[in-house]
């Protein structure tokens, strides 16, 4: 299971760093995503790497988060900035680039405006 870290409080405009760790997975071979739930909404995308270094974003995030890889195959990181209120969510990490892996446990992400 992937251990999410790095979730907090911060005003807007602020910017965060999410870590997941899936040890023993398969992302060198497949890839990781990053997802979030808002309370009373679905589960979305935000952003996801695919094994070779294809990077795709949801437009929402767009141009103020950045998902990247660790030095180490099973670490994914999400670099968020400019953070809005409207981003405040658990923010999960998936061991599959599609979201049909395994779900970590999530980190909470409140941005106040």
């Known amino acids: 299971q992937p251990v999410e870290s790095g979730g907090g409080l911060v005003q807007s405009g602020g910017s965060l760093r999410l870590s997941c760790v899936a040890s023993?997975?398969?992302?060198?071979?497949?890839?990781m995503s990053w997802h979030r739930q808002a309370p009373g909404k679905q589960r979305d995308m935000v952003a996801r790497?695919?094994?070779?270094?294809?990077?795709d974003y949801a437009d929402s995030v767009k141009g103020r988060f950045t998902i990247s890889s660790g030095s180490a195959p099973d670490t994914v990181y999400l670099q968020m900035n400019s953070l809005k209120p409207e981003d405040t969510a658990v923010y999960y990490c998936?061991?599959?680039?599609?979201?049909?892996?395994?779900w970590g446990q999530g980190t909470q992400v409140t941005v106040s405006s």
């Open positions: 998936n061991t599959a680039w599609n979201g049909n892996g395994v």
């Open positions: 790497i695919i094994a070779g270094g294809v990077k």
């Open positions: 023993g997975s398969a992302f060198a071979l497949s890839g």
